[in-house]
C-alpha cells in the first residue's frame, strides 16, 4: 500500500451497522486485504477528522452456492476483510448519517 487511501474500500451499511452507528458509536468498512489496525487507524482519523479509540478487524469468508443438478459448489462472493472502529462518542462521520 503506498497511501491512507488505498486502506479504506467502502463502508458497510446494514441493519446491524446502523444499529451500532446509533448505539454503540462503531462504524463498518471494508478494508483491503493486508491492512493493519494501526493503518486503519491512521486513515480514519486523517480522512475524517475524528478521534478513534479502538479497532476491530475480521475476515470475512466467501460465500458459497451449490449447483442443486450437478451438485458442484461454486464461489458466489468472494472473501474480503473488514473493519469496525469505535469512535468517541462526541464524534461522527457523515458518510453514514443519511437524508437530514
Known amino acids: 500500500m503506498t497511501t491512507i487511501y488505498d486502506v479504506l474500500r467502502r463502508p458497510i451499511i446494514t441493519e446491524k451497522s446502523n444499529y451500532q452507528n446509533t448505539v454503540l458509536h462503531q462504524f463498518v468498512f471494508e478494508v483491503s486485504s493486508d491492512a493493519t489496525k494501526k493503518l ?8 475524517f477528522e475524528v478521534s478513534v ?36 462518542p462526541s464524534d461522527t462521520i457523515q458518510v453514514f448519517e443519511g437524508v437530514k
Not at 449447483?67 to 459448489?73: D, E, G, H, I
Open 53 to 88: 479509540l479502538r479497532v476491530n478487524m475480521m475476515n470475512m469468508p466467501a460465500k458459497r452456492s451449490r449447483s442443486l443438478r450437478t451438485r458442484q459448489t461454486t464461489n458466489r462472493r468472494s472473501s474480503y476483510k473488514k473493519a469496525i472502529v469505535t469512535l468517541d
Open 40 to 47: 486503519v487507524k491512521e486513515a480514519v482519523e486523517t480522512l
